[in-house]
């Protein structure tokens, strides 16, 4: 059971910046794939990015290409999403996931299908 504890949320005004971490309990973290992904209210949950266990491998989703940066940091355990050139349209609360054989099929990674594990999320409120 691999548990995920997100952290790094907070209110921003438009145009800021925030970065995401992830901490995982497992201590074969870099055998998994990770992803991040969003829920803003009324709205269902969304796929935002992956990366492959060694991070050579990345993909994102449209509306945050060139803004947002996933990144991993296997001697820690832990996850990051940097967030640049933020918008309201950001506001969500951001979970973590994982999967272990992710990157197996490109069509899996490039949407984050069947994720395994899931963190409680952190709650990202962007003000215009």
């Known amino acids: 059971q691999v548990q995920l504890v997100e952290s790094g949320g907070g209110l921003v005004q438009a145009g800021g910046s925030l970065r995401l971490s992830c901490a995982a309990s497992?201590?074969?973290?870099?055998?998994?794939?990770m992803g991040w992904f969003r829920q803003a209210p009324g709205k269902e949950r969304e796929f935002v990015a992956t990366?492959?266990?060694?991070?050579?491998?990345?993909y994102y989703a449209d509306s945050v290409k060139g803004r947002f940066t996933i990144s991993r940091d296997n001697a820690k355990n832990t996850v990051y999403l940097q967030m640049n050139s933020l918008s309201p349209d950001d506001t969500a609360v951001y979970y973590c996931?994982?999967?272990?054989?992710?990157?197996?099929?490109?069509?899996?990674?490039?949407?984050?299908?069947?994720?395994?594990?899931w963190g409680k999320g952190t709650l990202v409120n962007v003000s215009s």
């Open positions: 990366i492959s266990w060694s991070g050579g491998i990345t």
């Open positions: 497992e201590r074969t973290f870099n055998n998994y794939g």
């Open positions: 996931a994982a999967r272990r054989d992710l990157f197996r099929s490109s069509s899996w990674a490039r949407q984050g299908d069947g994720m395994d594990y």
